[in-house]
Structure formats: C-alpha cells, structure tokens
C-alpha cells in the first residue's frame, strides 16, 4: 500500500474526531492530529483501535505514544502490515 | 435574608411523552406510556411491560454530536442532557461563551448510570480486551455522567455534581438545589435526575417481584397506584429536569416563573420500626412530611393537592394514611391526590424529578391530571379518604395553589417538597 493511499483511508478513520475542518481540508503528512487538527487527546485511543480495525493489525502502547502526525500513524501502519 | 427560590424552566424526557409539550398532553389525557417489552420476555422476566420514552436519533442528534454519540449505549445520559438542556432553553438562558456560567450549576442525580455500557465494558474485560473499552467508558458509567455532559454543553462554572437517594433521588436533588441558592451559594441550579431502561437495571427489581407480572397482555392497565388490584410496579425510565433559581435573579431577567419552591424534607428511617431496606419506616415517614410543611411556613390545609409516590404496591395504602395522620384530614376534606406512576410507571432514579415537572405544569396551568388505573380503589385507602379525592378524568381550573410532592427510596430514605403557585406581587 502506497502513502498517499493510506493516507486516504487515514483520512477516513480520523475524519469523526476532526475539529478543525479547514486543517484537515489540508491535511499531509506533516498534520498533527492534536495541534492542527484539535483533535481532543483523549479520542487518540478511539482512533488508534479504528485503525487496528481497518488494517487488521495490533498496536502496542509503545507505537500509540508516537502516533500523533500523519506522518508517525503512516511509519506504524507500514511497518505492522510488512510484518504480518 | 435568604433566597426564595422559584423554577424558570423545566424539560422532560418521559415514557408518554418527550419536551414539554407532548408530555402535559399526555398526562392531561391521561395517555399511558407502558408498552409490551419483547426484550424483558425473551429474557424471562416475570414482568414484561415497562415505559421508554420515545426518542428518536433525530432528535438525539439535536443534543449530542455525533462524535459524542460514537459508540454510546448509556440512555440515562441522553434522557438527562435532552431534560437538562431544554430546562435551560426554556428559561431563556444561553450556552456559554468561552468563560463559564459562575453562578449556575447542576445538580442531576441517579441510582445508577451507564449499566448497558458498563456490561459491553465487562465482557470486553473478561476477553482480557481492556483497550478495547475506547474513551468514554468512564464518562458513560460514572455516576455523574449527565451533570458532567450538562455541564460541558451549557458552560456550567457553579457546582457540578449528582446526588443518589434511590427512588427519592429526584425530590432530592430539588431541594439540595434549593438549599444552595437560598443559601446565596449560586444564581441557579439546573436539578434532575435520570434513569437507564432496559433489563440490565430492572432485572433487579424483577428478581424481587416488586414489579406486577399480571398485565403483560394488558400494559396501559399494568400501573395501579392506590387500586385495588395494584399487584406490583411497572419499570419506567427517562429524565426530568427543573432550573431553579433566585427570585431576585428571575425578576432581573424577566423570566418566565412557573412555581415557588416553599421548602422541604429529606430524612431517613434508619431501618428501624418496621422500616427495611425495602419499606419504610411510618414514624420517619410522617416526620418527613410533617417537617416538609412546617419548613415552607404553610398550614396543613393549605394544601391542596398530593403528587403522591404511590408505586402501586401493597404500601399505597400505607401512604395514604401517613398523609391522613400528617395533615389531620380524611374523607372529603383530604386533599386531591394522585400518582403520575399511572401512567409512566415508576422511573426509579428518574420519578421524583419526572413527577415533579409534571406537579408544576399542572400549578401553572391549572389542571390536576387524572390518576389513571384507579377505578377500583384500594378498600382500606377508601376507609381513609372519599373516592372523588382521586381525579380519575383531568381536572380544570380547580384554583390549585399548593402541591406537596413526595419520594421515598430504599434505604429508607424520605423526601418532600412544596410547590406553590408563583403570585405576581
């Protein structure tokens, strides 16, 4: 799987949680989920388990400390899905 | 000089009715709102009726986002923020800004909250899936949870917290609303209380046979206050919420004001002479009562009707007769009294604040709704009183001044507020 579709299907998964429409209109890879899209911290679990769902992996505690950019969730994804 | 304290605004969530309006037209018609419940029948429960109020996601969606309603199973909370928030509308106030409302809290009370939730949550745990309980868990099972939302939508800056007193939590979440703002502690307190549906909270009660089993092909007939064939309660659920607030502040804002808050009681029995876990103790009973009336500075004749607990169990009659002994009148000099559990069933946690907007609606307008399923009145509550003191049609323009609402609990737990007709001075 590409980045760029990642970061489509990414895009879907945080939309609910999104506070801020026009960051997330112009959301890349350098987006941070709290900063600039305003997300409330506490959701980042809630995303972090639509993520394992739509990706069929399991995220430890570890990797859901760094998973605050597009970027970091991007890294996480790609390595879990290479190693299956 | 301490407060008085009147009600500006009110909303309710209940099983005939949801918002202000449905709800009087209900209980004037005296339109029932138990239903057959297949859930409580696949689950073999003895009883198998009980009262939901109709609320559709449209209308949810007026008062949570649709973030908040992500993965949401606690109903109590959404009866509460819909009776809390339209409360609020209805006495004119806005939603704050970005500094919080200082001078208005909330009390909202409940027995229990959140307890579908807290079962998803419990077998989630047992799977050894603790991470999979998500964010809100704890907000949708913490007893505070609907004060806690209320707060957050409306930018509540005064106290913020619940109250549980079983069956008598909503009258006494009233009069600890009352206390504060006579006290001079807040402007205005937003009082409620709420009740989850469903067999994860009745099951219970069920287990106890405290709920009638003999009208499951009959619902609108199952809820039997002060009848003689009341065999038991009928589980309600739902929410009701009553903004109170200083005179002074209502005068300068030119609210609309439905009802004084004269005083009140709370107390409890101790569970001693006769009273249990389960029933209570007369003596505390009538001393709750009789307190509640010397507190609001009203003679026992001044009032002029009962918004009874009355739950359609053997204790009716019992009840009746505490009021008889408290005021010193029987027969045709009783006052009128009636049961709104007739029609929506006993809301638990949820009853005293339901019953208490619906006393109001009927001292603003002027009506005393009709206490439906008593045709037959209980033998020995008929000794006690005469059988018109029991409106079983609506009553209009009876002149009602004084309303005497009253709620008791297990634990032997007792609460009684007096209600009065606000006269423009």
């Not at chain 2, 109001?360 to 209980?378: R, T």
Request: aromatic share 6%; net charge negative; with cysteine.
């Amino acid at each position: 799987m590409t980045n760029a579709e990642l970061i489509v299907s990414l895009k879907q998964i945080v939309q609910p949680y999104v506070q801020d429409q026009e960051a997330f209109a112009q959301l890349s890879e350098e987006t941070n989920f709290i900063d600039d899209l305003k997300i409330n911290s506490a959701n980042l679990v809630d995303i972090i388990l639509d993520v394992e769902d739509a990706f069929d992996i399991e995220i430890e505690d570890d990797a859901m400390d760094q998973m605050l950019t597009v970027k970091a969730a991007i890294a996480i994804i790609q390595a879990k899905i290479a190693t299956p | 000089m301490e407060n008085r304290v009147v009600i500006t605004g009110m909303g309710v969530a209940a099983p005939n009715g949801v918002g202000l309006t449905d709800f009087e037209r209900a209980i004037r018609a005296g339109t029932s709102g138990i239903q057959y419940q297949e859930q409580l029948a696949a689950m073999n429960f003895s009883c198998c009726v009980g009262g939901i109020p109709p609320v559709t996601e449209a209308l949810i969606l007026q008062y949570l986002t649709p973030l908040q309603l992500r993965n949401f199973s606690s109903s109590g909370i959404i009866y509460g923020c819909i009776a809390g928030v339209d409360a609020w509308r209805d006495a004119g106030l806005a939603f704050a800004d970005d500094e919080p409302d200082w001078d208005s809290g909330c009390i909202f009370g409940t027995g229990i909250s959140g307890v579908e939730k807290m079962r998803e949550a419990s077998y989630l745990l047992d799977e050894g899936r603790v991470k999979r309980l998500g964010s809100t868990s704890v907000a949708q099972t913490m007893s505070s949870g609907v004060s806690a939302y209320l707060s957050g939508i409306l930018g509540l800056g005064n106290q913020v917290t619940t109250n549980s007193a079983a069956c008598a939590t909503g009258t006494e979440a009233i009069l600890m609303a009352y206390d504060r703002i006579r006290a001079g502690r807040a402007r205005r307190m937003l009082a409620g209380s709420s009740s989850d549906h469903g067999p994860y909270l009745w099951g219970g009660f069920d287990a106890m046979k405290v709920m009638t089993f003999k009208h499951n092909n009959d619902p609108t007939a199952a809820s039997r206050p002060m009848s003689a064939t009341a065999s038991g309660f009928v589980p309600g659920s739902g929410a009701g919420a009553l903004l109170l607030e200083s005179l002074e502040s209502a005068r300068e804002r030119g609210a609309k004001i439905y009802a004084e808050v004269l005083g009140g009681s709370v107390n409890a029995g101790g569970q001693r002479n006769g009273g249990t876990m389960t029933a209570p103790n007369p003596l505390a009973v009538r001393r709750c009562l009789h307190d509640a009336i010397a507190n609001a500075g009203i003679h026992p004749h001044e009032i002029d009707v009962i918004n009874g607990h009355l739950t359609a169990t053997i204790k009716d009659p019992e009840e009746v007769e505490n009021w008889a002994a408290v005021l010193g009148r029987r027969g045709r000099d009783f006052p009128y009294i009636h049961s709104l559990k007739a029609m929506v069933g006993h809301c638990i946690g949820a009853a005293g604040s339901i019953e208490s907007v619906a006393a109001v609606l009927g001292l603003y307008h002027d009506f005393i709704f009709p206490s439906i399923n008593c045709e037959d009145v209980h033998p020995e509550i008929a000794a006690i009183i005469d059988k018109d003191r029991i409106p079983t049609q609506v009553l209009e323009n009876t002149g009602t001044r004084i309303v005497a609402k009253a709620g008791f609990g297990f634990g032997d737990v007792n609460s009684c507020i007096i209600l009065k007709k606000h006269e423009h001075d």
